[in-house]
């Protein structure tokens, strides 16, 4: 598919790649050749990306079970090849959920990263369209010529390279039939920052469509590949719901749910916590839910 798309003709090309970790979607082989692999697909996102183009390639880690499951971070290994390529990092945006899978030897993983890379030293990118509400939208200037004056952009902060969105999982609105699909909003983000209406959207790794039907929900044309029978027809169906306004997702910039309106039931401590032989210095303790404001206090039990 790639190789029949003319020399730049993409804006942008939006991607998560299998991260070679034994998927249903994917043949876990060796790391050199996974990356051999990356190296040829990445070279033809090159090729067909406009000269004021981006490119955002979005991975978490390979686990390496050969050696008792340590971790290799995939942007770092995947760096070196878009370097080679010509291509100039602008962000390396980190992506925070808080659930996942819960991890025993080691710390759970609850981020993964997206790599921004343009072609050129012109390219596009228009913050207004991500900008997230103030933090402070009532700060003034303190001092200097405009003392007084209100300090923040009318039109909302930038949002930084830390963004937290909820992963796409049982309960979530946009949960389809592949196991690792990333978030709308996510997406959303990079085609409203990163191109203009009408301008071609590309993922290479299409799962079940989540870059294109962004691309047609805010006027772009979104062209994508993808071998799974299953995920090519949900795929459809998103980008024909996204034609019709129909498409269903998390909203842009809503805040992330505050586990506090689940009530005290929920966010209370059923136990009381004891000191063990390890920690012997520890007391036992009870956290207790205050309200009105549902902080928490220690006490000892």
Same mark, same amino acid.
């Given at each position: 598919m790639l190789a029949g798309i003319p020399d730049s003709t993409i804006q942008l090309v939006v991607t998560s790649p299998p991260y070679n970790i034994g998927k249903a979607y994917e043949r876990r082989s060796p790391?050199?050749?996974?990356? *051999?692999f990356q190296r040829k697909v990445i070279g033809e996102c090159v090729r067909v990306l406009h000269p004021r183009g981006s490119i955002c390639w979005q991975v978490g880690n390979f686990v390496d079970k050969k050696a008792?499951?340590?971790?290799?971070?995939?942007?770092?290994?995947?760096?070196?090849?878009?370097?080679?390529?010509?291509?100039?990092?602008?962000?390396?945006? @980190?992506?925070h959920f808080e659930?996942?899978?819960? %991890?025993?030897?080691?710390?759970?993983?609850?981020? *993964?990263?997206?790599?921004? $890379?343009?072609?050129?030293?012109?390219?596009? $990118?228009? &913050?207004?369209?991500i900008r997230v509400p103030q933090k402070y939208p009532g700060k003034k200037h303190f001092k200097g010529p405009?003392?007084?004056?209100?300090? %923040?952009?009318?039109?909302?902060?930038?949002?930084?390279? @830390?963004?937290? $969105?909820?992963?796409?999982?049982?309960?979530?609105?946009? +949960?389809?039939?592949?196991? %690792?699909?990333?978030p709308l909003e996510l997406v959303e983000r990079f085609v409203l920052g990163m191109s203009h209406p009408d301008?071609? &959207?590309?993922?290479?790794? !299409?799962?079940?469509?989540?870059?294109?039907?962004?691309?047609? +929900?805010?006027?772009?044309?979104? &062209?994508?590949? *993808?071998?799974v029978p299953s995920y090519n027809f949900v795929a459809r169906e998103r980008i024909n !719901?996204?034609?019709?306004?129909?498409? +269903?997702?998390?909203?842009?910039?809503?805040? &992330?749910?505050?586990?506090?309106l689940a009530g005290p039931s929920m966010r209370s401590v059923p136990w009381a916590v004891s000191p063990s032989?390890?920690?012997?210095?520890?007391?036992?303790?009870?956290? @207790?839910?205050? *309200?009105?404001?549902a902080r928490y206090r220690v006490r000892a039990s």
């Amino acid at each position: 598919m790639l190789a029949g798309i003319p020399d730049s003709t993409i804006q942008l090309v939006v991607t998560s790649p299998p991260y070679n970790i034994g998927k249903a979607y994917e043949r876990r082989s060796p790391l050199t050749g996974y990356l *051999e692999f990356q190296r040829k697909v990445i070279g033809e996102c090159v090729r067909v990306l406009h000269p004021r183009g981006s490119i955002c390639w979005q991975v978490g880690n390979f686990v390496d079970k050969k050696a008792a499951g340590s971790i290799i971070p995939l942007d770092i290994v995947l760096y070196p090849i878009f370097s080679e390529l010509g291509l100039k990092l602008r962000n390396r945006v @980190v992506w925070h959920f808080e659930h996942g899978l819960h %991890c025993s030897k080691r710390l759970s993983g609850r981020y *993964e990263t997206v790599l921004w $890379f343009t072609k050129s030293d012109d390219y596009h $990118f228009n &913050v207004d369209p991500i900008r997230v509400p103030q933090k402070y939208p009532g700060k003034k200037h303190f001092k200097g010529p405009k003392v007084g004056q209100y300090s %923040c952009n009318p039109l909302g902060k930038n949002p930084g390279d @830390v963004w937290t $969105f909820p992963n796409v999982k049982n309960n979530h609105i946009e +949960k389809t039939n592949h196991p %690792c699909q990333f978030p709308l909003e996510l997406v959303e983000r990079f085609v409203l920052g990163m191109s203009h209406p009408d301008e071609w &959207v590309l993922d290479p790794f !299409a799962g079940v469509g989540t870059t294109m039907a962004a691309a047609v +929900k805010h006027g772009r044309r979104g &062209v994508g590949s *993808e071998l799974v029978p299953s995920y090519n027809f949900v795929a459809r169906e998103r980008i024909n !719901a996204a034609f019709s306004g129909t498409l +269903k997702g998390r909203p842009m910039n809503r805040a &992330v749910y505050d586990p506090n309106l689940a009530g005290p039931s929920m966010r209370s401590v059923p136990w009381a916590v004891s000191p063990s032989k390890e920690y012997p210095i520890h007391q036992p303790t009870q956290l @207790v839910l205050l *309200e009105p404001k549902a902080r928490y206090r220690v006490r000892a039990s």
